[in-house]
């Protein structure tokens, strides 16, 4: 009898471990049972019966997963013989995806690292492509050799960066960067004046306010909102260089004539900008709020329609422009205004493309068909697919007019904001190279978002009405025109690869908190100097900011000398 | 029947007693099956738990997936170093102030919200209605299993300075004249974050005291209320002192996770001008390592909070312990 | 040792008159208590479901107009748009699959593995109970780090397969200590006696212990089973891979619909680029409703366990 118990102990203590023992047996078994080798998540190219190759990619960015059997997606693999799944960011931070993939080695066939790329190099992960890419001239003339010189490491080129390639010339009409905005309603109730400077800014918006205190249906309006949610606080933190007159180089103002890095947190008008923006808060111009809002209230806010304005990026209050004009507010929305601290200063709130170094698509190590995957991304640049990739099919995501113009129906373009109807039936290959500007047809733009017939399209009367006071016809014409780049511009590509373990690094980080605490504080302090005497006293005794300078001074002295072509 | 069990009891209780004098391979052969059952599981803890903590190198290297553990450089208490400020890296008055703020918002949830979960199980066991009594239960822990951004946006919505309901309802009833910024002070910020955790967790955490309840005995509460015992002197003295042993356990348990105090509440509700008193442990290495990739930095906390997690339950487990009380080990 | 289980299953029936009697003497001072109890109970009800009515609310609002807030407990531009954007997400058959898979698998194998850890960890006479629940209990409170259980996991095959979701979880120290309180918790009578007709700790287990622990069991695997249901953790990180699709879990499909909002690594100039929109409030209501409504569903059932005296009161000490 207790011989028959201790064997069924030990029988059961046998069947645990073989249980936990098996399960990895288990798993393989079911994955040869898929019909595809287990090759741990990426590398192994498939080849469906039509001989349609399928890659991999992994973005580490957010982003929309589209539907497996995409029409679009579908209709390119038809014409190119391949398709490609593409993975996105989620829940976690780009280096800590890129960290686990390399500590794993399981790369899938394209990768964008993002902030990862450098540790992408470090490990060996990626293939150099100059070595291949003669076959493939639209990968290597996608740029000029001057900019693949810049996008070089060690002598080669690992990514290709997708974006900022204007073909012909820019065609933007959205401004889509930072600027002031203002509702056209407040410009409109002035008679369209000009604002030059912040004083103007403010002051128009002040007696505005003043005279109107609440929208038509009894709303109290707002006369400005900060964002301060996060990584998104820039709307509080870097006007000072634009005030000045400087590019959005991100972490610094680089001097034009010494080519030296200058820290715009601490200039004087960083301090005037500043200091008016402590006095509007205490008139009560500035939302008391603002500085705890979230980024989902900011936009709640902003989609009443009661906010006169605000800086910020075109793209981040995108959301918010739309419900305006679905509740038939369209005297309620934004048009940029170029504003500068002192008269005579001339803005550059307008930047062309930039070519961003510091990111871009890759081929990894873990791909099993390198020249399949180049002739993907080749082929992706071809102008037939380029229009399916951005416009959609012919006849269903678009209509071509007699004289060869793209447009679309009401139908069309509502679809084509859709979450839902993009997944199942639109493939842009977002983050792969792609073109800006024009259409290879050289009659089109590239995309239909800066095609000049749809932007007129869904232009809301009224600011139509204030394009003509102005005399422009885009909102890219409200601020000046962009200049040539200088060469070290934009510098964020290269601040946004600093990790805190390096000094200037963690001086970086140090000035984020600081600021981030700081700032709010400074804005809403009863006395405002010895509010920001306090803040420099403890933002110089916490950020070494001569470290983080010379690092940004050397680089910017490396771009210089690549675009000269002296190393 | 319950005679004959307490007799036997008594009779193996002796006998036990007598066995122990007999020596340790005896006992070994005498508990074969309990030890053969037992192997597996130390093989299991051993593989999934004991085995990973190799990763604790990590902390003393400057850690590079691309060259892994074993060719990482070491860096011997550097990153400890820079995570405490400890010369000669640069002076550090922040991460004090962040393993303040942890502990403090650790202890307010720890007190607060074994007291409330206790709290609401007895008042809800004590409730007549029985159908009323299954409503208030399921409703009570729909909270749990809202994400912390829902729950965010909830605690924005209620705060609002200009619609928010609590400080309407305080406009209201004429205690304040105008609406309080709540999420710009830094003296209201821990107890918001202790407030969100109670409505999000309190009905979630009151299960386990629930089901402890029902191992009472019935008879106990009989025998009490024949002698005239009110409700809450049947609360005092039948239900709390059979809820003790699942208490203390839970609270030793939790004692351990103080510098748990979270991550998401504190990053979604935090802002600057309260950063002080928000930032946690985990929203510290995110911003000064893990979100650049520097697991080392990481890992060095990792190990700093768990040393502090164990000192705390050994000391608390060696209190209950004395007190002749359920402990954990 | 038959005759011993018979008993406490007859004991049961007693249970019940009893407690009849107990709650039909009400004297003034309980009557006030029950006011008193009743008022704190609904105002505590009404706190909660106000937030939860007014998400389920905006989740059936458009999710333009709800962008201007002023949503209290019913839609204001009534839509099922949300609800379709979020069931029509290609993953989801597959997702609520796994789901349901996983968290049926994953507590079964969990409340069983996990329970029979705490009987042995419950005897008074075991050798190594000290060092095994000290073994146990550690394991709360320290992590090797993401990366180091990863390679452990990939090393064991568990990556990119289902069994990661069940093993890596399946004894867990937190739920076998409250088992093991309430084990403690039993007269130890009932098992002592089992033993001296000839019992094995097997049976003990199985007849006597387990039975008696229902209350608790229930706790448990309502605990574990949330767990399973609400993790998407180990779904991103070993499971994420280009050939996982078929393992992907509601959560983490939900996760996807969250993460635009609290993603902590974005810069400007990289969200510029993307071209990425928020996933709007109201879908997320959608898709949180979506996720946790059938899970919420497993409470009611198991709350027949909660009924005070069903099983203890049988066995009087």
């Known amino acids: 009898m207790k011989k028959i118990k201790s064997i069924a102990a030990f029988t059961l203590a046998l069947a645990m471990m073989a249980g936990m023992g098996a399960c990895g047996k288990t798993d393989s078994d079911s994955d040869s049972k898929g019909g595809s080798a287990n090759n741990a998540g990426g590398g192994s190219v498939e ?51 890129v960290g686990i993939m390399i500590a794993g080695e399981e790369y899938p066939d394209f990768i964008d690292g993002s902030t990862g790329y450098s540790k992408l190099l470090d490990a060996g992960a990626l293939i150099p492509l100059d070595e291949y890419w003669d076959d493939y001239p639209n990968i290597k003339n996608f740029y000029s050799e001057a900019e693949w010189n810049s996008v070089k490491v060690d002598g080669h080129v690992y990514i ?64 400005y909102e900060i964002l301060c949610d996060d990584w998104r606080y820039f709307c509080l933190e870097n006007a000072p260089f634009f005030l000045d007159g400087y590019p959005n180089d991100g972490c610094c103002i680089v001097d034009r004539d010494t080519h030296k890095a200058i820290d715009y947190n601490t200039t004087p008008t960083a301090k005037r900008y500043f ?6 808060y205490k008139k009560g111009i500035i939302d008391p709020e603002t500085f705890t809002m979230n980024y989902d209230t900011y936009i709640s806010k902003l989609s009443t329609g009661r906010v006169c304005g605000m800086v910020d990026q075109h793209w981040d209050f995108n959301d918010a422009e739309l419900a305006i004009k679905s509740q038939g507010l369209d005297d309620n929305t934004y048009v940029p205004v170029g504003v500068v601290i002192d008269k005579g200063i001339e803005e550059h709130y307008h930047s062309g493309s930039t070519l961003d170094v510091s990111n871009g698509v890759g081929i990894t190590t873990s791909c099993k068909d390198i020249p399949g995957a180049l002739k993907f991304m080749n082929d992706l640049l071809d102008p037939k697919i380029l229009t399916l990739r951005n416009w959609g099919e012919k006849d269903v995501d678009y209509l071509v007019g007699d004289d060869g113009i793209f447009y679309r129906t009401d139908e069309m373009r509502s679809n084509a904001n859709d979450q839902t109807y993009i997944n199942a039936n639109l493939c842009p290959y977002a983050y792969f190279p792609n073109y800006k500007g024009m259409d290879h047809d050289e009659i089109n733009a590239c995309n239909p978002s800066s095609q000049p017939s749809e932007f007129y399209e869904s232009l809301p009367e009224p600011v139509k009405e204030c394009f003509d006071a102005y005399g422009v016809q885009t909102y890219v014409q409200m601020t000046n025109k962009s200049g040539e780049n200088a060469p070290w511009y934009p510098m964020w ?31 809403i302090a009863d006395d405002f100097d010895a509010a920001w005497d306090e803040y420099m006293s403890v933002y110089n005794e916490r950020c070494d900011i001569d470290c983080y300078l010379n690092a940004l001074d050397t680089e910017i002295q490396r771009r210089i000398d690549v675009a000269e072509g002296n190393s | ?250 609270l030793i348990m939790n004692v351990g996770n103080v510098l748990n105090a979270g991550f998401d509440i504190q990053y979604l509700l935090g802002n600057g001008l309260v950063q002080r008193y928000s930032q946690t442990i985990d929203i510290y290495v995110l911003k000064y390592g893990i979100s650049q990739g520097d697991y080392s930095i990481g890992t060095a906390a990792g190990i700093f909070k768990s040393l502090v997690s164990i000192i705390l339950i050994f000391l608390a487990n060696r209190t209950a312990k004395a007190m002749g009380e359920e402990h954990l080990f | 040792m038959a005759e011993l289980t018979k008993a406490i299953a007859e004991e049961k029936p007693s249970v019940k008159p009893k407690k009849k009697s107990s709650t039909s003497r009400r004297s003034t001072g309980d009557i006030v208590f029950d006011v008193i109890n009743t008022i704190i109970l609904i105002v505590f009800t009404v ?103 990863f390679l452990v996991y990939k090393k064991l095959n568990l990556t990119h397969s289902f069994w990661v979701y069940i093993i890596p979880g399946m004894v867990s120290a937190w739920n076998m200590l409250v088992l093991r309180t309430y084990m403690n918790g039993l007269p130890d009578s009932l098992a002592e006696s089992a033993m001296m007709d000839g019992a094995g700790h097997l049976t003990i287990f199985f007849r006597i212990i387990l039975p008696l622990c229902m209350p608790v069991i229930a706790t448990v695997s309502l605990f574990t089973a949330v767990y399973h249901w609400n993790s998407w953790f180990d779904v991103m990180i070993y499971n994420n891979g280009a050939k996982d699709a078929n393992l992907t879990t509601l959560q983490f499909e939900l996760q996807k619909l969250l993460s635009s909002v609290t993603n902590n690594s974005a810069s400007a100039e990289t969200m510029k680029e993307a071209n990425n929109t928020v996933t709007p409030t109201t879908v997320r209501a959608a898709a949180t409703v979506v996720t946790s409504l059938p899970i919420i569903c497993l409470y009611p059932f198991l709350q027949r366990y909660f009924v005070a005296g069903l099983t203890i009161g049988g066995v009087k000490e």
């Not at chain 3, 996990?114 to 190594?128: D, G, N, P, V």
Request: proline share 4%; charged share 20%.
């Open chain 1, 47 to 97: 080849v469906d019966e039509d001989g349609i190759k399928t890659f991999t990619a992994f973005f580490a960015v957010p982003g929309n997963e589209v539907d497996k059997g995409n029409r679009v997606q579908e209709a390119i693999a038809k014409e190119i013989g391949a398709r490609c799944e593409m993975k996105w960011l989620t829940g976690q931070t780009a280096d800590e995806a």
């Open chain 1, 275 to 280: 200091q008016k923006l402590n006095e509007e």
């Open chain 2, 1 to 250: 029947m319950s005679k004959n069990v307490a007799l036997a009891a008594d009779g193996n209780a002796a006998a036990l007693k007598a066995e122990n004098k007999k020596s340790f391979w005896k006992q070994v052969k005498n508990q074969k099956t309990l030890i053969l059952l037992s192997i597996p599981f130390v093989v299991y803890v051993i593989i999934f738990c004991y085995v990973p903590l190799v990763g604790w190198i990590m902390a003393f290297q400057n850690y590079k997936p691309a060259k892994g553990l074993l060719n990482s450089e070491f860096v011997g208490l550097d990153k400890f170093k820079r995570l405490f400020g400890v010369a000669p890296f640069p002076k550090n008055d922040v991460f004090l102030g962040v393993i303040r703020n942890t502990l403090a918002m650790g202890l307010i949830n720890l007190v607060l919200g074994t007291v409330c979960a206790i709290a609401f199980a007895i008042l809800l066991s004590e409730f007549r209605s029985r159908g009323g009594k299954k409503v208030i239960q399921t409703i009570s822990y729909l909270p749990h299993f809202l994400s912390w951004v829902i729950v965010a946006g909830i605690v924005f919505d209620v705060l609002s300075m200009e619609n928010g309901m609590l400080n309407k309802l305080l406009v209201g009833l004429g205690i304040v004249d105008k609406g309080v910024n709540w999420l710009a002070e830094p003296k209201y910020f821990w107890w918001i974050v202790a407030f969100t955790n109670l409505w999000k967790e309190t009905g979630w955490n009151s299960i386990i005291y629930l089901a402890a309840i029902t191992s009472i005995n019935p008879d106990l509460y009989e025998a009490a209320s024949i002698d005239g015992a009110g409700r809450l002197s049947r609360i005092w003295h039948i239900t709390l002192p059979g809820l003790k042993p699942t208490i203390l356990i839970l």
């Open chain 3, 47 to 149: 706190i909660i479901l106000y937030p939860l009515l007014n998400m389920v609310a905006i989740s059936f609002n458009d999710g333009t107009d709800a962008l201007r807030g002023g949503i209290y407990l019913w839609p204001r531009a009534f839509t099922t748009k949300n609800y379709s954007t979020v069931l029509s997400k290609q993953s989801m058959p597959v997702a609520v699959r796994v789901t349901v898979l996983r968290t049926i698998i994953g507590t079964l194998s969990s409340t069983f593995v996990t329970a029979l850890l705490a009987y042995i960890l419950s005897r008074k006479e075991f050798l190594f109970k000290k060092q095994l629940s000290l073994l146990y209990v550690i394991t709360m409170y320290v992590s090797g780090g993401l990366i180091p259980v």
């Open chain 1, 493 to 523: 590509s290269y601040s946004n690869t600093f990790t805190a373990d390096t000094d200037y690094g963690l001086a970086k980080v140090n000035m984020d908190e600081v600021k981030h605490e700081y700032l709010p504080k400074v804005v």
């Open chain 1, 160 to 223: 290709v960066p997708q974006f900022g390639n204007d073909y012909m010339y820019s065609t933007d009409c959205v401004h889509n960067d930072e600027a002031f905005w203002i509702q056209t309603r407040v410009l409109k109730w002035d008679n369209y004046p000009k604002i030059e400077t912040l004083d103007e800014y403010f002051d128009l918006i002040e007696r505005y306010l003043e005279a109107n205190p609440t929208m038509e249906d009894g709303t109290p309006n707002i006369g």
